[in-house]
C-alpha cells in the first residue's frame, strides 16, 4: 500500500498562485495513476487532474482546464498540482489519490481510488 500527504495549501489572493505537493510513502509513487480532487464546502468531492504513472498522459476537469497543472516527480516519490490565476470557486480542501489503474477514465470516480490522503485547504479570497 501507499500513504499520501497533501500540503501547499493556505490563504491566497484571487489571482495569485499554490503549488501542492503530494508526498507518497510505503510503495514507490510510480506504481499508481496519480489524482487530485477538491470539496467545497457544501459540494460533493469532484475530480481535478491525474496523470499516468511516468507522466506521459494528463487529465483535467474542465473547470480547471489551463489552470491547473499535474505534474509528478517519480525519484521523490512526489506529486504536484500547479494551481495558476485561482478564483474564489477554487477554495476546497484538495486530496490526492491513488489508482492502481493503468489508464485515464474521462471522468475519475471517487469510488475508484485506492488510496487516499488527508488533504491541505486552499482558500481564495476575492
Known amino acids: 500500500q501507499v500513504q499520501l500527504v497533501e500540503s501547499g495549501g493556505g490563504l491566497v489572493q484571487a489571482g495569485g498562485s499554490l503549488r501542492l505537493s503530494c508526498a507518497a510513502s510505503g510503495r514507490t509513487v510510480s506504481s499508481y495513476t496519480m489524482h487530485w480532487f477538491r470539496q467545497a464546502p457544501g459540494k460533493e468531492r469532484e475530480f481535478v487532474a491525474a496523470?499516468?504513472?511516468?507522466?506521459?498522459?494528463?487529465n483535467y476537469a474542465d473547470s480547471v482546464k489551463g489552470r491547473f497543472t499535474i505534474s509528478r516527480d517519480n525519484t521523490k516519490n512526489t506529486v504536484y498540482l500547479q494551481i495558476n490565476t485561482l478564483k474564489p470557486e477554487d477554495t476546497a480542501v484538495y486530496y490526492c489519490?491513488?489508482?492502481?489503474?493503468?489508464?485515464?477514465?474521462?471522468?475519475?470516480?471517487?469510488?475508484?481510488?485506492?488510496?487516499w490522503g488527508e488533504g491541505t485547504l486552499v482558500t481564495v479570497s476575492s
Open positions: 489519490a491513488a489508482d492502481t489503474r493503468v489508464y485515464l477514465p474521462p471522468s475519475p470516480r471517487v469510488s475508484d481510488m485506492n488510496y
Open positions: 496523470i499516468t504513472r511516468r507522466g506521459g498522459r494528463t
